[in-house]
């Protein structure tokens, strides 16, 4: 049974909320004890998803497992800070890791299997955080990611063998897939960036090390941490 303080320590790691009043609270329980995950989940702010997950995960089915780290993964912005565990969750040992599929919806599951079995891949990032595992069919996606951060970002282009794919995202066209299965690998633009993007991307930046910060709070991201380090032994 989660306490009061748990959902409150999530909460927290939202820098605009304030507390949390007692009926959201009593709503929060019962949709928990109810197994309403979907209620449960839209009673937090999408960039706290990632914590409200491993919290409740143990209490998932394999399909909804999945159902909900697919969840996570297309509303969550900051795939790059914790990469080792979404690795770790999208093969977790404990899982059937043949119920995957259930990371996309129907539709992007047809579109999925529809997929040719090579296929050409791009991703607009900064330097740093160019070997993320978010990709895009769509050329001009990528370059709208490339002009998302201030100063210097890059446009990179690769391809792909279908049988390497974790997911397809409709939403941006979005080929998840882990980079080093990416084959062709190169970067075709570099762009300098307008200051103007610096106040929102820093802002973000803000709200993103504050979350992980917060992360460190909560039990079961430590007992996380601790599985991923004793896999790599």
């Known amino acids: 049974m989660l306490e009061y303080n748990t ?4 909460k927290k790691l939202d820098p605009f909320c304030t507390g949390v009043p007692k009926k959201t609270y009593n709503l929060m329980i019962e949709a928990y004890n109810q197994k309403d995950w979907d209620n ?25 497992y999945f159902l909900y780290l697919g969840s ?12 080792d565990e979404f690795i770790y969750l999208l093969n977790h040992p404990e899982r059937n890791v043949a119920e995957r599929i259930h990371l ?10 529809s997929l040719s079995d090579t296929g ?40 792909f ?17 882990d980079t080093n299965n990416i084959k062709n690998l190169e970067i075709i ?3 300098e960036n307008d200051t103007e993007y610096r106040e929102v991307a820093v802002a973000r930046e803000k709200m993103h090390f504050y979350t992980k910060e917060g992360m460190k709070k909560l039990p079961t991201y430590k007992k996380l941490l601790e599985k991923i380090q004793d896999q790599s032994k």
């Not at 996570?72 to 990469?83: M, N, Q, W």
């Not at 996309?104 to 299997?113: A, I, P, V």
């Not at 063998?161 to 897939?177: G, S, T």
Request: aromatic share 18%.
């Open 120 to 159: 050409t891949i791009f991703r607009g990032s900064r330097p740093r955080d160019r070997y993320g595992f978010s990709w895009t069919l769509d050329k001009k996606i990528a370059i709208q990611f490339s002009k998302r951060y201030p100063y210097k970002t890059i446009l990179q282009k690769g391809n």
């Open 40 to 64: 449960l989940f839209i009673l937090f702010d999408t960039h706290v998803w990632f914590a409200l997950f491993i919290e409740i995960q143990d209490q998932f089915t394999d399909i909804e």
């Open 72 to 83: 996570v993964l297309t509303t969550s912005s900051c795939f790059s800070l914790y990469k």
């Open 189 to 191: 633009n570099e762009y």
């Open 7 to 10: 959902f409150k320590i999530i």
């Open 161 to 177: 063998d279908k049988n390497d794919v974790i997911a397809y995202f409709d939403n941006e066209k979005e080929i998840l897939i």
């Open 104 to 113: 996309m919806e129907e539709e992007d599951q047809d579109f999925f299997n």
